[in-house]
């Protein structure tokens, strides 16, 4: 533990009553900067960046003015957000796109993407399931922010599905394996936030987006062919969306929930891939593929999947514990713990004790953006080995270049996630998100039903899950708490709700309109989509309200 002295602050306890002595005038000031977010995003049309910092100028100014907290802490609160969200946010998420990275550099990827374009026995619509839900899975798990969609609706023309459809196709491919993308990095931000465990958090996601897994297989065939594309393929269908959700569930509640959607896009394909040697699918001419001539060697594909492979291992061996062996426990000896330079024993919570979230964790040797780094290093190592000159280039060099690529390509995304979080910290901190989550809880019971609306929400207006839980993380475990709901259900829900607000994110649908060569295209795309955004929402929310009722609750761990 590193201690700092106190500095010489004037000590602040939030309150719920600050404004007027009322709590409704209290939480609705506090509603003001993310309503000032959203409409400088939505309506002014303003970049993230932007919308962001006037939205963290609104929160600093309220909680000086509307709630009473010295300038200082609120200041100091907004800086420990900032660091936050550059250790460990962006460490994992800037590791996962250059581990990404390494396999475009190398050319490997272009032979994994080939992989999974050859299966499906010349049948369109199967190949165009496992692309857009499989491989876009695989790519959400590390590139996220918007390239699964980008790269997989390119990937579907390829095969001769027409633009809009593969616009609409990955959209909604692109749902279930939100939650747990770019290494679940949305889930580790809400425990980080809310100090419940991310291993706790992501059991629960574990017991809900699973069962859109099962059903969005069967959903991409009616999108590709209609109630045909069902009838003759539901079988393979309903196989990998099974084993996808199965290993979504096992993968998120007992292995690394890290490497969740790595696992479960891998698990899915594989399945599609076995079951496609012993049954045939029924192939009308208008629904064959377009297939590419140079066969690929079984050597090739196993060094394509071989990052997954080494991700995997790298990871399992970090949660191992067997025998007198303790690796998490190992890794955890190296890690900061900062008592933040006059914010703590100044903020003070409610009986006087000074707060836990003025704290700065951050683990090391265990952090999830030092093992994909371990990860990338052991990536380059073996395609240096296995390069073959101006086929499948790799070298330490290329691969630093493409750590400063991707440092390059992210500093804005960067600054935003970081601002972000400097957002939620002030909004937490100053007690205007606790206002917020103790006078919606005023509904009780039922707020369960509405919970994932706001990751819904705050995904379609950001485009971003990690956003939203930066955001509304907090908000759900104070109305839990408040109303007698499992708290971890509920951001747990946040997270879930995201999943299927990224489906009508301004941002993924400008990115699925130009990738497929349709720029202003986006109107139509969100009429063909809200339906099922709504739709799943829908279900989501009636799942997490007989979750938290005796209904339901045996599905949680």
Same mark, same amino acid.
């Given at each position: 533990?590193?201690?700092?002295?106190?500095?010489?602050?004037?000590? &602040?306890?939030?309150?719920?009553?600050?404004?007027?002595?009322?709590?409704?005038?209290?939480?609705?000031?506090?509603?003001?900067?993310?309503?000032?977010?959203?409409?400088?995003?939505?309506?002014?049309? #303003?970049? !993230?960046?932007?919308?962001?910092?006037?939205?963290?100028?609104?929160?600093?100014?309220?909680?000086?003015?509307?709630?009473?907290?010295?300038?200082?802490?609120?200041?100091? %609160? $907004?800086?420990?957000?900032?660091?936050?969200?550059?250790?460990?946010?962006?460490?994992?998420?800037?590791?996962?796109?250059?581990? &990404?990275?390494?396999?475009?550099? %190398?050319?490997?990827?272009?032979?994994?993407?080939?992989?999974?374009?050859?299966?499906?026995?010349?049948?369109? #619509?199967?190949?165009?399931?496992?692309?857009?839900?499989?491989?876009?899975?695989?790519?959400?798990?590390?590139?996220?922010?918007?390239?699964?969609?980008?790269?997989?609706?390119?990937?579907?023309?390829?095969?001769?599905?027409?633009?809009?459809?593969?616009?609409?196709?990955?959209?909604?491919?692109?749902?279930?394996?939100?939650?747990?993308?770019?290494?679940?990095?949305?889930?580790?931000?809400?425990?980080?936030?809310?100090?419940?465990?991310?291993?706790?958090?992501?059991?629960?996601?574990?017991?809900?987006?699973?069962?859109?897994?099962?059903?969005?297989?069967?959903?991409?065939?009616?999108?590709?062919?209609?109630?045909?594309?069902? #009838? +003759?393929?539901?079988?393979? !269908?309903?196989?990998?969306?099974?084993?996808?959700?199965?290993? +979504?569930?096992?993968?998120? %509640?007992?292995?690394?929930?890290?490497?969740?959607?790595?696992?479960?896009?891998?698990? =899915?394909?594989?399945?599609?891939?076995?079951?496609?040697?012993?049954? $045939?699918?029924?192939?009308?001419?208008? +629904?064959?593929?377009?297939?590419? !001539?140079?066969?690929?060697?079984?050597?090739?594909?196993?060094?394509?999947?071989?990052?997954?492979?080494?991700?995997? $291992?790298?990871?399992?061996?970090?949660?191992?514990?067997?025998?007198?062996?303790?690796?998490?426990?190992?890794?955890?000896?190296?890690?900061?713990?900062?008592?933040?330079?006059?914010? &703590?024993?100044?903020?003070?919570?409610?009986?006087?004790?000074?707060? $836990?979230?003025?704290?700065?964790?951050?683990?090391?040797?265990?952090?999830?953006?030092?093992?994909?780094?371990?990860?990338?290093?052991?990536?380059?190592?073996?395609?240096?080995?296995?390069?073959?000159?101006? #086929?499948?280039?790799?070298?330490?060099?290329?691969?630093?270049?493409?750590?400063?690529?991707?440092?390059?390509?992210?500093?804005?995304?960067?600054?935003?996630?970081?601002?972000?979080?400097?957002?939620?910290?002030?909004?937490?901190?100053?007690?205007?998100?606790?206002?917020?989550?103790?006078?919606?809880?005023?509904?009780?019971?039922?707020?369960?039903?509405? %919970?994932?609306?706001?990751?819904?929400?705050?995904?379609?207006?950001?485009?971003?899950?990690?956003?939203?839980? !930066?955001?509304?993380?907090?908000?759900? +475990?104070?109305?839990?708490?408040?109303?007698?709901?499992?708290?971890?259900?509920?951001?747990?829900?946040?997270?879930? =709700?995201?999943?299927?607000?990224?489906?009508?994110?301004?941002?993924?649908?400008?990115?699925?309109?130009?990738?497929?060569?349709?720029?202003?295209?986006?109107?139509?795309?969100?009429?063909?989509?809200?339906?099922?955004?709504?739709?799943?929402?829908?279900?989501?929310?009636?799942?997490?309200?007989?979750?938290?009722?005796?209904?339901?609750?045996?599905?949680?761990?």
């Amino acid at each position: 533990m590193i201690t700092a002295q106190p500095a010489v602050l004037a000590a &602040y306890t939030p309150d719920v009553t600050a404004v007027g002595d009322s709590l409704t005038a209290t939480a609705l000031l506090g509603l003001v900067p993310l309503a000032v977010f959203f409409l400088l995003l939505m309506a002014a049309r #303003r970049p !993230a960046l932007q919308s962001a910092l006037g939205a963290l100028i609104t929160a600093l100014s309220i909680a000086v003015l509307g709630y009473g907290m010295p300038v200082g802490l609120s200041v100091l %609160s $907004a800086t420990q957000g900032l660091v936050f969200g550059l250790f460990p946010v962006m460490l994992i998420v800037v590791a996962a796109i250059w581990f &990404y990275e390494l396999t475009v550099v %190398s050319n490997r990827f272009e032979d994994l993407r080939r992989s999974f374009s050859a299966v499906g026995r010349g049948d369109l #619509r199967i190949q165009a399931m496992l692309i857009a839900f499989c491989f876009g899975g695989l790519l959400e798990a590390l590139a996220g922010f918007g390239a699964p969609v980008a790269i997989t609706a390119a990937m579907l023309m390829a095969i001769g599905l027409p633009k809009l459809k593969a616009a609409v196709t990955v959209l909604v491919a692109n749902t279930a394996p939100v939650a747990f993308g770019a290494m679940a990095i949305p889930i580790t931000t809400a425990g980080n936030l809310t100090g419940i465990a991310p291993e706790e958090i992501a059991a629960v996601v574990g017991r809900q987006t699973p069962l859109l897994a099962l059903f969005v297989p069967m959903l991409l065939l009616f999108l590709v062919d209609g109630t045909r594309g069902i #009838r +003759q393929l539901w079988p393979i !269908a309903l196989v990998t969306g099974l084993v996808f959700a199965v290993a +979504q569930f096992w993968c998120a %509640s007992h292995f690394a929930y890290e490497l969740t959607d790595v696992v479960s896009a891998l698990a =899915g394909f594989a399945a599609a891939v076995i079951m496609l040697r012993f049954w $045939a699918p029924k192939t009308p001419d208008d +629904q064959r593929s377009q297939v590419e !001539a140079e066969p690929l060697t079984p050597r090739r594909v196993g060094l394509a999947v071989l990052p997954y492979v080494l991700v995997i $291992a790298v990871f399992a061996l970090a949660k191992l514990k067997a025998g007198g062996l303790d690796v998490p426990a190992l890794l955890g000896r190296f890690k900061i713990e900062l008592q933040w330079p006059g914010l &703590y024993g100044n903020l003070v919570a409610g009986d006087g004790s000074p707060s $836990a979230s003025a704290v700065y964790k951050l683990e090391i040797l265990g952090n999830p953006g030092t093992l994909l780094i371990v990860s990338g290093l052991l990536v380059t190592l073996v395609y240096s080995l296995m390069s073959d000159g101006d #086929r499948f280039p790799m070298s330490a060099r290329t691969g630093l270049l493409a750590a400063g690529r991707t440092l390059k390509n992210m500093r804005t995304a960067i600054a935003t996630v970081a601002t972000v979080l400097a957002l939620s910290y002030v909004m937490n901190q100053s007690g205007q998100t606790v206002a917020i989550g103790t006078w919606l809880a005023a509904v009780g019971g039922i707020f369960a039903l509405l %919970s994932p609306a706001l990751g819904w929400l705050g995904t379609a207006v950001t485009g971003s899950d990690t956003s939203a839980n !930066a955001l509304f993380a907090t908000l759900q +475990q104070t109305a839990g708490k408040s109303a007698g709901i499992d708290p971890t259900l509920l951001v747990a829900a946040n997270t879930s =709700g995201g999943v299927v607000g990224k489906l009508v994110s301004p941002q993924n649908l400008t990115i699925a309109a130009t990738a497929v060569g349709e720029p202003g295209s986006e109107r139509i795309l969100l009429r063909k989509v809200v339906g099922y955004s709504v739709v799943m929402l829908a279900a989501l929310g009636l799942l997490v309200y007989l979750q938290s009722l005796p209904v339901l609750s045996w599905m949680l761990p």
